[in-house]
């Protein structure tokens, strides 16, 4: 069965960091586009970031640009989201998500990819 695992989720103050990973089991992440999503009650999931199959590209949405960094290990077969100088409107809970794709390939439409993660929750409080 095609797994995706999130874990890293925590409650920071304001200005913290957290890294997220997202774990695959039962295909190999490097042939796969990889993107994170988040939603937080009352609001629509919302697309963040996305990392190719062959990691040439990747990319941020408006809302997390330079304050967030998306890579991967093929040797673990996980992709990682390193999130910085987080903000309370970063509270959500976050998604990764699947999808075969050409090595330069990203999506930023959630209706691009197969395969969701259950999600894990990221609360930026004081």
């Known amino acids: 069965q095609l797994q995706l695992v999130e874990s890293g989720g925590d409650l920071v103050q304001p200005g913290g960091s957290l890294r997220l990973s997202c774990a695959a089991s039962g295909f190999t992440v490097e042939y796969y586009t990889i993107g994170w999503f988040r939603q937080a009650p009352g609001k629509e999931r919302e697309w963040i970031s996305c990392?190719?199959?062959?990691?040439?590209?990747?990319t941020y949405g408006d809302s997390v640009k330079g304050r967030f960094t998306i890579s991967r290990d093929n040797a673990k077969n996980t992709v990682y989201l390193q999130m910085n100088s987080l903000k309370p409107e970063d509270t959500a809970v976050y998604y990764c998500?699947?999808?075969?794709?050409?090595?330069?390939?990203?999506?930023?439409?959630?209706?691009?990819?197969?395969?969701w993660g259950q999600g894990t929750q990221v609360t930026i409080s004081s």
């Open positions: 990392i190719s199959s062959s990691s040439a590209t990747k």
């Open positions: 998500a699947a999808t075969i794709g050409a090595g330069y390939v990203c999506y930023d439409s959630r209706h691009e990819y197969n395969y």
